[in-house]
């Protein structure tokens, strides 16, 4: 299972750091990412991270302010959101791949719950 937490109401320009905790299972060898969705829109890839070498991948709109990370030893995914735009405001979801390489596009094989971003200007 994955839980994705951390959301909130920022004003454009601010920071927020998005969590996901897996439970259940270690996804400590998987691939992970974070996609997100906005209202009336299709859910699209933000950035991922692999199982073992933690190499990350980023979608052009968020290279450069947005960055992925892991911590292996508490199974915690996280994303930190840095200078963020009013475009930016969606549901954000965690997902974990069955693999540990990351094949874009991103093969999910678990979501978890989203956690809701708004960034008013």
């Known amino acids: 299972q994955l839980q994705a937490s951390g959301g909130g109401l920022v004003q454009a320009g601010g920071s927020l750091r998005l969590s996901c905790t897996a439970s259940?299972?270690?996804?400590?060898?998987?691939?992970m990412a974070w996609f997100r969705q906005a209202p009336g829109k299709e859910r699209e890839f933000v950035a991922a991270i692999s199982g073992s070498l933690g190499t990350t991948y980023y979608a052009d709109s968020v290279k450069g302010r947005f960055t992925i990370s892991r911590d292996y030893s508490k199974s915690i995914m996280y994303l930190q959101l840095n200078t963020l735009k009013p475009e930016d405001t969606a549901t954000y979801y965690c997902a974990a791949s069955a693999g540990g390489a990351v094949l874009l596009p991103f093969e999910t094989d678990y979501w978890g719950q989203g956690t809701q971003v708004t960034v008013s200007s």
């Open positions: 259940g299972h270690a996804f400590g060898g998987n691939a």
